[in-house]
């Protein structure tokens, strides 16, 4: 199994910026990816950014390009979320997630963290 967890969350104005962290432990593959989504109330989960291992190509949602960036640190098994220039569209549950490969669709990734809460007000 494989565990992850975020961190980082938390309440922020417009404009500000916060920098998300997932930690992996547990049994972990050099081809697997690490991928970020987010979940506001009322709507489906959505893709934000991943990122592949093994050769560090990033992607990300449209909505997000410019603003947020993704990055790891294959040392420490983890994963960074790097978020500026929030909106209050951003608000929402921001999950870490994993799996074999790289992917933008939440039903292929194989595990999953408890996600922590990003408010956007102002």
């Known amino acids: 199994q494989v565990q992850l967890v975020e961190s980082g969350g938390g309440l922020v104005q417009a404009g500000g910026s916060l920098r998300l962290s997932c930690a992996a432990s547990?049994?972990?593959?050099?081809?697997?990816?690490m991928g970020w989504f987010r979940q506001a109330p009322g709507k489906e989960r959505e893709f934000v950014a991943a990122?592949?291992?093994?050769?560090?190509?990033?992607y990300y949602a449209e909505s997000v390009k410019g603003r947020f960036t993704i990055s790891g640190d294959n040392a420490k098994n983890s994963v960074y979320l790097q978020m500026n220039s929030l909106k209050p569209e951003d608000t929402a549950v921001y999950y870490c997630?994993?799996?074999?490969?790289?992917?933008?669709?939440?039903?292929?990734?194989?595990?999953w963290g408890q996600g922590t809460q990003v408010t956007v007000s102002s």
């Open positions: 997630a994993a799996r074999t490969g790289t992917g933008r669709t939440p039903g292929t990734y194989d595990y």
């Open positions: 547990g049994r972990t593959f050099s081809n697997y990816g």
């Open positions: 990122i592949r291992w093994s050769d560090n190509n990033t």
